[in-house]
Each structure stands twice: as C-alpha cells, then as structure tokens.
C-alpha cells in the first residue's frame, strides 16, 4: 500500500498563495494517479484537482481552474497543489489521494489511499 502525507497548510489572506505538498511512501508513486479534495465544515468532501500517473493530464474543478495548479515529482514521490487568488470559500481541509485507476479521477470514490488531511483557512 501507499502511505500519504500533506504539509502546507495554514493561515492566508484573501488573494494570497498557498502551496500544499503531498509525499507518498514506497517505490510505486508512478503507478498511481494522485488527486487533490477538500472538506469545508458542514459539506462533503468535493474535488479540487487531480494529475495522471504520468503527470501529461491534469483536471481542475471549475471553482478552483485558472487559480490552483496541480503538479507532481515522481522521483521524489510528490505531489503539489500551487494556489493562487485563494478566497474564503477555499477554507477547508485539503486532501490528498492515490489511486491505480487513470481516468474518473474527479470521483473520490475511486481513489484507493488518503492522507489525514491539512487545514487551510483563508481570512477575507
């Protein structure tokens, strides 16, 4: 299996920048498609973005697309989520997840491994 990791969170001004890591156990990082989900309180956990297994396709939800940049480093096991332009309304507990599938990774149902989370508050 593959362990996960999120560092990064914290505090933000709106219209500031966040970058969120995510470091992965194990020598089959490039065997999984990564992806990025948020919880706010009082919703369900929603899709923010996602990366193939090779890095060659990205997905972003329409709240977040033109503002958060998803990115990963298989030789390091990572994968980053670059956020720009961050609104109230990004507040939440940012996910990262691994899965084996390369397609319908928007879906968090597919997604096989989950790392405990990082907070992210953004202050208006």
């Known amino acids: 299996q593959v362990q996960l990791v999120e560092s990064g969170g914290g505090l933000v001004q709106a219209g500031g920048s966040l970058r969120l890591s995510c470091t992965a156990s194990?020598?089959?990082?490039?065997?999984?498609?990564m992806g990025w989900f948020r919880q706010a309180p009082g919703k369900e956990r929603e899709f923010v973005a996602a990366i193939s297994k090779s890095g060659a396709r990205t997905y972003y939800s329409d709240s977040v697309k033109g503002r958060f940049t998803i990115s990963r480093d298989n030789a390091k096991n990572t994968v980053s989520l670059q956020m720009n332009s961050l609104k109230p309304e990004d507040t939440a507990v940012y996910y990262c997840?691994?899965?084996?599938?390369?397609?319908?990774?928007?879906?968090?149902?597919?997604?096989?491994?989950w790392g405990q989370g990082t907070q992210v508050t953004v202050s208006s």
């Open positions: 997840a691994a899965r084996l599938a390369n397609f319908e990774l928007a879906y968090s149902f597919g997604y096989d491994y």
């Open positions: 194990g020598r089959t990082f490039g065997s999984y498609a």
